[in-house]
């Protein structure tokens, strides 16, 4: 098994002040040059919002994620819906196991026919080496044969 670049991106995020709503909100805003062997588009655009509750040791998070192509075949397609949702329990200060779910359900005013819509689960887990720094670890099986069935995941977080 070799692993392999699959692109580059930019991702922004601000949050509101944790005091003015029930919950913790932020926006996320990506701008992807993914390779062409795993995206025929050549630049896309992501728009998160993200949605935050913890209660005790449980931490939910609820993105309801549109995107688009800015450059490539599908540019004149429209938004696509990307749902999200992370679920963990931190057991200590430093790990959380979560289960998290990823799916993309088509263009958001024409969804596919749930066969062909990818959803996929995650079980895995959160170390934050600090309050700035997050390994992000998770094996995906998808639900859906549209998708890929098994994923491997890993995501190197720092917050600045």
Do not use: C
């Given at each position: 098994?070799?692993?392999?670049l ?117 079980p ?5 080496f600090?309050?700035d ?24 977080g720092?917050?600045?």
């Amino acid at each position: 098994m070799t692993a392999e670049l699959a692109g580059w991106r930019v991702r922004p995020r601000f949050r509101i002040p944790e005091d003015k709503l029930p919950f913790r909100f932020s926006l996320s805003t990506e701008v992807a040059f993914p390779k062409e062997v795993y995206e025929v588009n050549d630049i896309t655009l992501e728009v998160r919002p993200i949605f935050e509750w913890t209660l005790g040791s449980t931490q939910l998070a609820v993105n309801p994620v549109i995107g688009r192509s800015l450059r490539g075949p599908d540019a004149a397609e429209g938004w696509d819906f990307e749902p999200g949702v992370h679920l963990g329990y931190k057991v200590s200060e430093n790990l959380e196991p979560s289960v998290e779910y990823y799916g993309s359900t088509g263009l958001v005013h024409d969804p596919l026919p749930s066969a062909q819509q990818v959803h996929q689960f995650f079980p895995g887990f959160d170390y934050r080496f600090n309050d700035d720094v997050i390994l992000n670890v998770g094996v995906g099986f998808g639900a859906t044969n549209a998708g890929n069935t098994r994923v491997y995941k890993m995501r190197f977080g720092w917050m600045f």
